[in-house]
């Protein structure tokens, strides 16, 4: 029995949690479509055309179609115009001028200088020390011993 409420509740929660992530894609997907992705722009026309998480909308669809086959895209070529072929000549001025709303609407490529990286702040140098340690003992050259081990440790 316990099972079954949990398969039950997780049954109702899923939908909605898929349905949050489909709207952020949507999201994505139409801003890619509004900067310029032919990709995009195909993929928007045929979420509009078959109505999926949208409302179904020829004219939207084929405003997006029209963007994307004017960047070449094949599919988007085809699906403009089989779309055309079904729909009233007000629908197609409707959409053409949709497409060129949709395309004034494209953010203007801006390039700006790259920002320079702030210089490292200046590490404080170690103080020298107070008195300097003892001078380590080298023998000199006319020493008898100056051939022998030190047997010292």
Excluded: C, H
């Excluded at 894609?25 to 139409?30: A, F, G, H, K, Y």
């Excluded at 045929?46 to 004219?59: A, Q, S, T």
């Excluded at 004034?104 to 107070?130: D, H, S």
């Amino acid at each position: 029995m316990k099972k079954a409420v949990a398969v039950l509740i997780l049954g109702l929660i899923a939908p909605l949690l898929t349905s949050a992530q489909d709207l952020t894609s949507l999201e994505q997907m139409r801003q890619a479509a509004q900067k310029g992705s032919a990709d995009a722009q195909l993929e928007m026309g045929i979420l509009y055309e078959f109505g999926y998480n949208m409302p179904k909308n020829d004219v939207n669809a084929l405003a997006w179609y029209q963007l994307a086959a004017e960047q070449g895209d094949p599919l988007a070529i085809k699906r403009r115009d089989t779309l055309k072929a079904r729909m009233k000549p007000d629908e197609i001025e409707a959409a053409q001028k949709l497409s060129q709303e949709l395309a004034a609407q494209k953010p203007q490529v801006v390039t700006t200088p790259p920002v320079a990286e702030p210089a490292p702040a200046p590490t404080p140098t170690e103080p020298a020390p107070a008195s300097p340690g003892p001078a380590p003992e080298t023998p000199s050259a006319g020493s008898p011993n100056a051939d022998k081990p030190s047997t010292t440790p």
